[in-house]
């Protein structure tokens, strides 16, 4: 009997084996074979397959389904799959930037989806995207894809008609027209240059501050606009992170950001006498309409506070205050269009010009929509005050200063009254004086010379103070007036150091009294007609402001400065002449009558100087600092001109005899006019011999 076994085979799985399908197909074993079948991707000619017959090819879908991507969009194929992409101008409705088109993404017109993308502007498509055409006054600095922002070019020609006379800057104001101009509309010019853009405006600026040519409101109100502005077009041209530039007049820093991105914190720009803390995000304004970029400017003027100043109606007070600028003028811009009230508000830092003055101090800008243009204090607050600086705190932007108080004078009427009483009765006084130097022969002399100019002198400028110190309304007339004043005084203290110089021949040159009357007079009226005339020359807009018609408080040096050297000779001479006059009195031999008459002669003088010229100097420093001190100032020099009478006339015994003689004579007529009428009463008949012999 035969025995049987039995024998398992085992299948061989070829599956195990990658080379057998290759890396684009997938392998199934089957009972003894295999086959293959492409990846999701891939396609061969059969569906089942062996390696060694056919490969898989990877399938390109974005030719074999046009729109497999869907409109606006773009299909990128890859190995075994593809990628979609929006077009440029679109964007997906997901926000994704890489789908498939069976995610159900579609791609929409960037243009539709946000119709104020462009601002002030129409969105358009070409072969790379979309871009903005900007509108006519509108531009976006070359930026094909930036919002179109305002620009206000129409200023250029206001500030060109408004200041027509002023040819200096007319060449500057048609180059920021024609350059601002240039940024409009869809075409941005590459020709023009940033740098000089900015130069021609300071230049400008320096121009206009210099001459004096803002010499009304409106004028003021339309530099400033036309400032605003061009820092407005001129600032997103600079090249980051800024700029930082000085002139004679300005002082300039320029802060600029650019980029998608809104920029964050806070930031501070600084002058030598301004410093402005601002929060960026106010600078850029609505984030749904930001321009990308965003520049913050800081303009300092150097005298702009004179042109300026009087204009108060917008701030309010109440009747005995007053104001005056104690600060420097700046303009704090922004290209953020909206700024009229802003969430966060800007802390600006101006120190003041007196910083000795202990008063209060009110923060303002100026409003050129309050009467043609005036200072304002609406928006704006004191944050904090010292004697050095006020910090300021606004909610908009715009030109700003600090205005110091000033409080009128108790009994101001009353002062005024006294005062014109007082230079009343200087006139009668003076005019005696003139009479009595001109008249009487037997006093005749160079001194008597000297003091007769001087009274005339302060005469003249007596009469003018009276007749035209408060007549501002005519500024041509109440230049001529200050001018008048300016002259007329100066020729006083002139004649009172040739007084001094006079004394000094008398005593030290061997008593020369030979002083030509030509000498004299060339020196007494031609050295106040010449600094007179070059003050005039030099700034004319220094005789007369708002208040009174007298030098401008910041041009008061070319009367301070001549009294000071007249001053500093005459102390000079006198105490030569002094120091002579004891050296005469203690000699062996002394002419006693002529030293006595000389020393009364420096004494007089001496206490003239005193008196007059040394509380005059004083006083004319006050005027500096409160324009009510001139009332003050000739309140209690409005009896000059009685001094001069009682020291040169009352005083000396010559004229004072001729004075009793004058006075006999007088009262010697009178007794023989009453005896010859009471005798032709007792008689009938005039009495012809004694009446002719009396006249």
Not at 37 to 56: H, L, M, P, W
Not at 634 to 646: A, K, M, N
Not at 674 to 695: M, V
């Amino acid at each position: 009997m035969t025995a049987k076994r039995n024998i398992l085979l085992l299948d061989d799985n070829e599956c195990d084996i990658p080379e057998f399908c290759g890396d684009n197909a997938n392998c199934f074993n089957t009972n003894g074979s295999y086959y293959c079948q492409c990846k999701e991707g891939y396609r061969s000619k059969s569906v089942n397959f062996i390696a060694i017959d056919t490969n898989c090819k990877d399938i390109n879908e974005c030719w074999e389904s046009k729109d497999i991507c869907g409109p606006n969009a773009s299909c990128q194929n890859t190995p075994s799959n593809y990628t979609c992409r929006c077009k440029s101008g679109f964007v997906s409705s997901t926000g994704v930037k890489i789908f498939h088109g069976r995610n159900n993404v579609t791609c929409r017109d960037i243009c539709k989806i946000d119709e104020t993308i462009c601002g002030n502007g129409s969105c358009l498509h070409d072969s790379s995207g979309h871009y903005c055409a900007c509108s006519a006054g509108f531009t976006n600095y070359g930026n094909k894809t930036g919002r179109c922002t305002v620009l206000h070019c129409d200023v250029f020609k206001d500030v060109n008609n408004l200041m027509e006379k002023f040819f200096i800057v007319q060449d500057n104001i048609k180059q920021l027209s024609e350059s601002c101009l240039k940024l409009s509309g869809s075409e941005h010019s590459k020709e023009l240059n940033e740098e000089v853009l900015l130069t021609t405006l300071l230049s400008m600026t320096d121009q206009l501050l210099f001459a004096g040519s803002l010499n009304d409101n409106m004028k003021v109100s339309a530099f400033f606009d036309m400032v605003e502005q061009a820092l407005g077009f001129i600032g997103p041209l600079i090249k980051t992170p800024g700029t930082k530039i000085s002139t004679n007049q300005t002082e300039l820093e320029l802060l600029v950001h650019t980029g998608s991105a809104i920029p964050q914190g806070i930031k501070t720009l600084s002058t030598k006498q301004a410093k402005v803390d601002i929060k960026m995000e106010e600078a850029a304004g609505d984030p749904s309409s930001y321009p990308g970029f965003t520049t913050v400017s800081l303009l300092s003027y150097s005298n702009l506070e004179e042109s300026a100043e009087g204009f108060f109606s917008g701030v309010k007070n109440n009747e005995s205050q007053k104001f005056k600028i104690n600060s420097k003028v700046v303009t704090v811009s922004v290209s953020n269009a909206d700024t009229k009230h802003l969430n966060e508000p800007v802390n600006i830092t101006l120190h003041h010009l007196d910083q000795s003055n202990q008063t209060s101090h009110t923060c303002v800008f100026w409003d050129s929509s309050k009467d043609g243009g005036a200072w304002s204090d609406r928006g704006c607050s004191v944050k904090e005050s010292n004697p050095k600086y006020t910090v300021c705190s606004c909610n908009h932007f715009g030109s700003f200063s600090v205005l110091m108080a000033l409080y009128d004078i108790e009994s101001h009427f009353e002062l005024q009254l006294i005062s014109r009483i007082g230079l009343s009765l200087s006139l009668i006084c003076l005019f005696f004086c003139i009479l009595t130097f001109s008249m009487i022969r037997s006093i005749k002399s160079t001194r008597t010379t000297i003091h007769l100019h001087l009274c005339i002198s302060l005469f003249i400028a007596t009469l003018v103070f009276l007749a035209g110190i408060s007549q501002t309304q005519n500024k041509v007339g109440c230049a001529v007036v200050a001018g008048m004043l300016h002259f007329f005084y100066l020729a006083a203290f002139c004649w009172m150091c040739l007084e001094g110089i006079q004394l000094f021949r008398m005593v030290v040159l061997v008593f020369n009294t030979n002083f030509k009357t030509s000498y004299m007079m060339a020196g007494g009226y031609g050295v106040p007609a010449a600094i007179v005339t070059i003050s005039a020359l030099i700034n004319a807009n220094g005789y007369g402001d708002k208040k009174i018609c007298w030098l401008n408080q910041d041009y008061i040096w070319s009367f301070i400065g001549p009294i000071f050297v007249f001053i500093t000779v005459s102390m000079f001479l006198f105490l030569v002449t002094v120091l002579t006059l004891a050296q005469k009195f203690s000699s062996l031999k002394p002419d006693l009558d002529s030293l006595k008459k000389i020393k009364a002669f420096a004494v007089t003088a001496v206490a003239q100087l005193c008196i007059l010229r040394t509380m005059w100097i004083i006083n004319s420093f006050q005027l500096k600092r409160d324009g009510a001190s001139m009332y003050y100032l000739f309140t209690i020099f409005s009896l000059q001109g009685v001094l001069l009478f009682i020291m040169h006339c009352l005083f000396s015994k010559q004229v004072r005899d001729e004075y009793r003689g004058f006075f006999s004579r007088c009262s010697a007529w009178k007794r023989n006019q009453t005896h010859a009428s009471r005798q032709s009463l007792d008689t009938g008949e005039p009495n012809i011999r004694t009446t002719t012999h009396n006249l």
